[in-house]
Every structure is written in C-alpha cells, then in structure tokens.
C-alpha cells in the first residue's frame, strides 16, 4: 500500500472542490474516524478521517456507515466549532502526509474565528486535531498525547500545537533544477530516492526509476513531470493485486506485473481498497467479544463430537456381545465357573471357527451368558442415545459455524440481530441495556442489478428468514450456495435475464464461507420451492426443483451493485 505524500499530495488536489464548501453534518462512527458532510458544488460530499494504524486515510467516501445512538466527546466537540463553518483552504504541509482543513465559523457569542483541523497520515502516530489558527492552541484531538507517552509534544487541549518532527528531507514540489541535477548526478536506487524526498514510498521511487530506465529522460529531466502527475491530482487512480499484496496509486504503476483495475477518482479507488476492511474492523470492534465466544462454544462441540465418536465406536459392540452371550449358552455344559476364557465353536461362521469368550472367574456359566445379554442390551440403548447425540451436536456445531461466518461478514449494524436470535435460542443472555430496545423489522441489504432489477441479500439468520418467508414473493427467485453456508439471496422478479442471475450468484458466493473460493456452486429455485421444516433453528430451510449455477466471487461487482 501507498498513502504516502505523494498520494496525499494527490488528494489534497482532488478535495480542492471542497473548498467554500459548508460543513453540515459530523459524525463519529467509532473511537478512530470522523465523517464530515460537507455542502459544495449543489451537492453533498462525505469527506472520510481515519486514524486508524493500517488503515489511516483521508477521502471522500460514497459508502454508509452506521453512526452510535449517542456521539462521543469529541464528535460533539466538532459539532459545536466547526458544524456550520465554511472551507476556506485544504493544504497539504511540506510534502509531508499531513493535511489541513481551514474553517472559518463563529464562536461562542457569534463573532468569526478560525480553526484548523490536522489530518496527521502517519501510520500508528496518525492523529486528527483541532487547533485555533490565531493562537495555535489545540482545542482537542481524536488522539490525545501526554508528555509521559510523547517527549517531542504534547497533544492535549490548551497545549500548543507542535508539528511532527521533521524529516530534514527535500520537499519534490518545490526542488529546483540544479538540485535535480546535482542529486542525480550519480545513478540512484529507490532506497536514496526515499530518503532523500519528501512523500516518496518504496512503491513510487520503483515506479520513476522503472519508468527512468525504460524512457529517453535522464532522472532529473523526468522528476518535475512524475511530480506534476500527482500535482494534477493523479492521472490514473490505480489498483493493482501483486501476490497476494495490495498496491495502490493515484497513477499508473507500470513497473508491477499484476493485472490494474482503474477508478475514476483517488476516492473511489480508496473505498475499493480499505471499505471493505475497515467494515471489518468496526465489527471486531464490536462483536470480538461474540467471536470469542461462537468459537469457544465451536471448540467444545468439536471436542464432545470426539467423545460421542468413541462412544459410539465402544457401544457398536454390540453384536459381539450378542454372540458371546448366545455361544456360553449354547456351550453352558463345556465350561464350569473359575475360568478365566472359553474357546467354543462359532455355529454362525460357515467355516465354524473357534472363538476365545473371556469369563468371569467369580461367575457361573450361566451368569457369564446373562452379563453378555446385559452389556447387548446396555450397548443396544447407548447406540441410540449416542447416535442421537451425535445428530443434535454436529447440528450445533453447523448452526454455530453459520453464525461465525455471519459474524466475519457482517456490518455493524447485523451483529445486534445475531446477539438476539442467540438470547432467543436460549444460548446467551443480552446485556440489560439492550432489552429496552424496540424491536425492528430485519433489514437485508439491498443491491441493483446492472440490468435494474432489485436484489436482496440476508446477512445473518434473522435477515434470512425474513427475507424468505415475509418479504419475497413465491414467484420470485431465491438463491443459496450449494452445501456452503451462506446469506439467503432473492431476485426481486419472476423471470430475471441471465445477467441479474449470474450478479444475484455472485452476491450469493461472496457472502456465503466460500468468499476466497472459485467456482462456487450456486443453487436457486423459486421461493414457493424453499420450506421450513418443524422445529428448524433460525435459516434453515429446504428446498426442491433447484437449478445450479457455478460463480466466482468478485468484491468490485459487489460493491457496484451496492444500493446507498
């Protein structure tokens, strides 16, 4: 990955359409991204801070994220100095990964004042703060800093704001030629080249000294134009895959072998690349408590399934025990009590082979037959019981693998929905806060096919059954993957064409277990076809008179076919 201050450079570029822009809203999603809406242009835009130590980032996001019942501090902080302000500029410092924001507003008894907010792009140091521009005082910050964790400067509200330390390194953009020409005197690697400017990441200094070797311009003719490129705000926002590893750029990487998909701004590039994981991280945000536990209660079902095995194994003994006790009876005059074994003929072996039966020396012979006619009929009523349990354990057990996969695939908003059905199952109990709820309708996720045909995907049990049973129609088309977990998917129409079928398998393979697979087998039936059975636990169901149909899951058809 690159967001370095090239890429930022990049996107201060693309958020200049910001700039006069009033901001109306602002929201704090969790403890580590803001979410401004911003009024510019005739239009709103949601312009994206993330903090976050892998995924730090600033952009303007098209996706929704659900937003807590009550802000945090500094969410309402925001709200009450920079809710109604206008953009006066957004600027990029030093080549560096920092963006500023200037905000004018009005204060507490309504006269102008301005403030800037610091978007620090540092890795697991990323910050966002809050500073009065005249006083350069910090108002406050996401992050706070305490002169016993930081030495350099301190983040706290009504310290001096202090810049993060220097580099000592050349700013690309503002180099001069004879610089240029002096630096790029002798051959350089991509090493020196980051260590020498501003902004450079290993990823960009390959792709100029690829594109030095490969061209007619020495380095120093080809600096200020490779520059000029993010300048411009990027000439091609790509995305390529390079064994396993992501790679991003606001321009074209021509230096890496991996297939590039492209996007029409540095934004949408961004969404592509972290939605998708930062979704994941506020889910484990919030339900890494109910992971912990679907994989604990996993753990114990697995381990008593390895105890029902040996139990069944020892009680499927029974038909010896039968024999034994049949063969002492028939022989009950060959032996006398004090033996410790009997080799007798087997009269149900054709070859009538001899079989050695141990005995009990402190019982008679006919003891001995009727304590093997105990063990058949002990053995006989444990092979049911333990066969019994063995069905109502893997049924656990696959009932919790569906919901830990629900949970790795689930919004924040789903897991709620999940902790419920397992009150209702009677496996857990929710927190006294969230008894006092409402109850809501479930509310599957919605998509469009490219063709415009609506889509409904349910992602955990809750959503399924509704979706299945009280929300489709019995003519329209229900999906599911074959003999994977998975989402409950419905075509909102009776006779799809073959495009929306194959999108609505898609959606199918993707939010099933086989996400990272290929080929996966999607069945899909009408939903008249799909029943219920008595006593089922919750998205369980049967159904008949299926086609199938064989898909790869694919993230960016996923996500164009999203419905805001």
């Known amino acids: 990955m690159a967001y370095d201050g090239l890429f930022t450079l990049a996107m201060t570029k693309e958020l200049q359409q910001l700039v006069t822009g009033r901001i109306a809203k602002v929201h704090q999603p969790n403890a580590q991204e803001i ?13 994206l801070f993330s903090i976050h130590s892998s995924y730090a980032r600033v952009h303007l996001t098209s996706q929704t994220v659900e937003n807590p019942a009550e802000p945090p501090m500094f969410c309402m902080l925001l709200r009450k100095h920079i809710e109604g302000g206008f953009i006066e500029s957004i600027e990029q410092i030093d080549g560096d990964r920092i963006i500023v924001l200037t905000i004018t507003s009005k204060n507490e008894i309504g006269d102008p004042i301005t403030r800037e907010l610091h978007a620090e792009i540092m890795g697991r140091h990323s910050n966002l703060i809050l500073v009065e521009k005249e006083s350069k005082k910090i108002v406050d910050s996401l992050k706070h800093l305490p002169p016993a964790m930081n030495s350099y400067r301190t983040v706290l509200p009504g310290q ?23 630096f790029f005197s002798t051959e350089k690697t991509a090493q020196e080249i980051v260590q020498h400017f501003t902004g450079f990441s290993p990823l960009h200094a390959n792709e100029f000294l690829y594109r030095v070797k490969n061209g007619e311009k020495t380095s120093a003719e080809l600096f200020p134009s490779f520059i000029q490129e993010f300048s411009n705000g990027g000439n091609l926002p790509t995305f390529v895959e390079v064994n396993g590893k992501t790679q991003f750029s606001p321009i074209e990487l021509t230096h890496l072998e991996g297939k590039p998909t492209t996007y029409p701004s540095l934004s949408t590039l961004l969404d592509r690349v972290f939605f998708a994981r930062a979704e994941r991280d506020r889910v484990k945000q919030q339900a890494g408590d109910l992971e912990r536990w679907l994989q604990n209660e996993i753990s114990k079902l697995r381990l008593k399934l390895k105890k029902l095995q040996k139990d069944l194994n020892h009680a499927s003994k029974l038909d010896q025990y039968q024999l034994f006790g049949e063969l002492l009876m028939a022989n009950i005059y060959n032996f006398e009590k004090g033996q410790k074994e009997v080799t007798v ?27 093997y006619y105990t063990k058949y009929n002990k053995a006989k009523n444990a092979l049911i019981m333990v066969q019994q349990q063995i069905d109502k354990t893997n049924e656990d057990l696959a009932y919790f693998e569906m919901l830990s996969q629900q949970v790795q695939q689930a919004a924040p908003h789903d897991i709620e929905e999940i902790r419920e059905e397992l009150a209702e199952q009677g496996f857990m109990k929710l927190r006294a806060s969230r008894r006092r709820k409402k109850p809501t309708k479930p509310s599957p996720e919605e998509f469009i096919s490219s063709t415009g045909i609506q889509i409904s995907v349910g992602k955990n049990n809750k959503q399924n059954d509704y979706l299945t049973f009280k929300l489709a129609r019995k003519y329209e088309i229900w999906m599911h993957t074959k003999d994977i977990p998975g989402s409950h998917v419905v075509i909102h129409s009776a006779e799809p064409d073959e495009q ?19 080929s996966v087998p999607v069945d899909y039936t009408e939903v008249r076809q799909v029943k219920k059975p008595n006593g089922a636990k919750p998205g369980f169901v049967i159904y008949f008179e299926q086609k199938t149909i ?15």
């Open 35 to 47: 979410i401004l809406t911003i009024r510019a242009n005739g239009g709103n835009h949601k312009l």
């Open 550 to 564: 064989y898909v790869t899951p694919d993230e960016e058809l996923v996500m164009t076919l999203k419905q805001d």
């Open 500 to 518: 929306t079928i194959r999108e609505a398998a898609t959606l199918s393979a993707y939010f099933s277990k086989a996400r990272d697979s290929s």
């Open 345 to 371: 003929a087997n009269y149900y072996d054709e070859n009538g082979a001899e079989v050695k039966i141990p005995l009990s020396e402190r019982k008679t012979p006919i003891e001995n037959a009727q304590s």
């Open 160 to 182: 001096n704001y202090v810049a993060p330390p220097a580099q000592n390194k050349v700013n690309p953009a503002a180099v001069s030629p004879k610089e240029l020409q002096t």
